[in-house]
């Protein structure tokens, strides 16, 4: 295979933010060269895939693939995948430093609590338990604190990658792997796995105070969050987290939520009662710091209403450990492989419908319009509204987000019947243009139908070619046209 007989990982492969315990260092080392020594001995030509437990990709392509040792996380296999397991920890925490060392495949939940012991976290906690930290990093992850603090990956100072080509490097914001550090970001995996990871924290309160502002037109949403951009707060209400959510288009709720010693009150969205029906009102709102970096957890946004778990008979016999989004993504995965709910819907007559499960970045300026195509054109409802702006003064070039401007993400997730003579992928598509014609982007962690030449004018084509061939000339890892449009 490409990268031939692997060299043992040496000293300084290993993000250096903190001192690292020895023991902690020496095991990590040792999975490392395992790791390579696994994907040196993958079979040619075989395409290699990571045998990781959760996904939270909805590219629902392929089962969930073997480890190399045989061992199956899940689903029946398909190809050998890489064994990741000895990469789901948190390696160290440095409070002093504010910074931690993290293996590449740890869950957003396991790195929230070890950080959270120290009165720190993330400076991006993406919303979903099981989303991980080089996933979000490869696959641009955003939350709440991303008007703020950017997205997941302007926040890494190091990353220790292995390359499509078999070596394991350091890539970091200066020095020889700078390019790569660079255009990791919305790689998706295609040239190379971070292994380990280091991160700057930030202090955080025991409480989030938070206050749902109401409005009842797009316009005036958006100019509240070019207040919230330029002032960093809304009406007084400082602004450590915002997000929001639109029913309708008379119907949009700005969440703002501040950090607080203080909690009169602290509400629980873990049990009868769910997180996005209680944005509606009352107005005013607290929870712990870990009830809300995992708020929209519980009903993955509001994508348990199908399985009727948000019906108060059902939710309280459904048992709490499955109030979880991996729990509702790995129904929605065995549905889409058995086609249960396609049949259903044909057996009765009903006209077939689209998945329209998409995560899009619209400039400010654009997003009322957004808002209006989008209810006329697709008309799904809950939408989700997360304003950002990179912390980044110079752009990451897979991504084409401008520095300084504030953005949208607007996230929706469901299906709608489509229109007689209309075939799959007609929503989306209108979806893509209109991303376009706004001067928007649209995350790639879902269905896309782009063709190949719109797809690298979009998504920087020749910044791409270079990286692909320094990290992966022989492209043992699938090219990012490949995974992300084919499904490959
Ligand atoms: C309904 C829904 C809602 C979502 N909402 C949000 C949201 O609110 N906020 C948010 O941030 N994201 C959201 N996402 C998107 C999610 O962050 C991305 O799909 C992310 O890439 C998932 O990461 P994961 O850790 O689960 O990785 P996986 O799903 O396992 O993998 C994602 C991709 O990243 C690659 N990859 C995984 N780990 C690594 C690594 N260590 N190094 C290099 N490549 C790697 C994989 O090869 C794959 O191509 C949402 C997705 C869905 C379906």
Request: glycine share 10%; hydrophobic share 40%.
């Amino acid at each position: 295979m490409g990268g031939g007989r692997p060299e043992p990982a040496g000293p300084g492969t290993l993000p250096q933010a903190s001192q690292l315990p020895h023991a902690v260092a020496m095991a990590h080392q040792t999975a490392v060269a395992a790791l390579r020594e696994a994907y040196a001995a993958l079979p040619d030509g075989a395409p290699v895939r990571l045998a990781k437990r959760t996904s939270n990709l909805f590219r629902f392509r392929d089962p969930l693939p073997r480890s190399a040792a045989g061992q199956r996380p899940g689903g029946p296999a398909a190809t050998p995948g890489l064994d990741v397991s000895a990469f789901t920890r948190v390696l160290h925490v440095d409070p002093r430093a504010r910074a931690a060392v993290v293996g590449g495949m740890t869950t957003y939940e396991d790195l929230a609590d070890a950080t959270l012991r120290h009165g720190l976290m993330p400076l991006v906690v993406p919303q979903l338990k099981t989303i991980t930290l080089g996933g979000a990093v490869t696959g641009l992850g955003i939350e709440s604190t991303s008007l703020r603090n950017g997205l997941p990956h302007e926040s890494v100072t190091a990353m220790e990658i292995l390359t499509g080509d078999g070596r394991v490097v350091t890539a970091a914001p200066v020095g020889e792997h700078a390019d790569l550090f660079r255009g990791f970001p919305n790689s998706y995996g295609t040239l190379g796995y971070a292994l380990s990871l280091t991160i700057e924290l930030e202090p955080v309160q025991p409480f989030v105070h938070l206050r749902h502002f109401a409005f009842t037109t797009p316009e005036a949403c958006m100019e509240a969050v070019g207040q919230i951009a330029a002032d960093g707060s809304l009406h007084g209400h400082r602004a450590d987290f915002v997000d929001g959510t639109a029913f309708s288009l008379d119907e949009i709720h700005l969440t703002v939520g501040a950090y607080s010693d203080v909690a009169p009150w602290r509400s629980d969205y873990t049990g009868q009662h769910i997180y996005y029906q209680s944005v509606r009102g009352p107005r005013e709102d607290f929870l712990t710091i870990r009830d809300y970096l995992w708020r929209w957890d519980t009903d993955w946004f509001w994508c348990s209403r199908p399985f009727g778990v948000q019906h108060p008979v059902i939710r309280r016999l459904w048992p709490r450990r499955y109030r979880r989004s991996d729990v509702y993504r790995a129904l929605v995965a065995f549905d889409r492989r058995h086609r249960l709910y396609d049949t259903f819907n044909a057996n009765r007559g009903r006209p077939p419908r689209e998945a329209v499960i998409q995560d899009v970045e619209i400039p400010l300026g654009r997003c009322a319009e957004f808002l209006r195509f989008f209810c006329a054109e697709v008309g799904m409802s809950p939408v989700w509204l997360c304003p950002l702006r990179l912390r980044s003064a110079s752009p990451w070039p897979l991504y084409p987000l401008e520095p300084g401007t504030p953005y949208v993400n607007f996230g929706f997730w469901g299906t709608v019947p489509l229109p007689p003579g209309r075939a799959d992928g007609y929503h989306n598509r209108v979806v893509e243009a209109q991303v376009a014609a706004l001067g928007g982007s649209k995350g790639l962690y879902s269905t896309s139908f782009y063709s190949e030449d719109e797809f690298w004018a979009a998504y920087n084509g020749p910044a791409y070619a270079r990286l692909k061939h320094a990290y992966d000339g022989v492209g043992r890892l699938a090219g990012l046209y490949d995974k992300c449009v084919r499904g490959r």
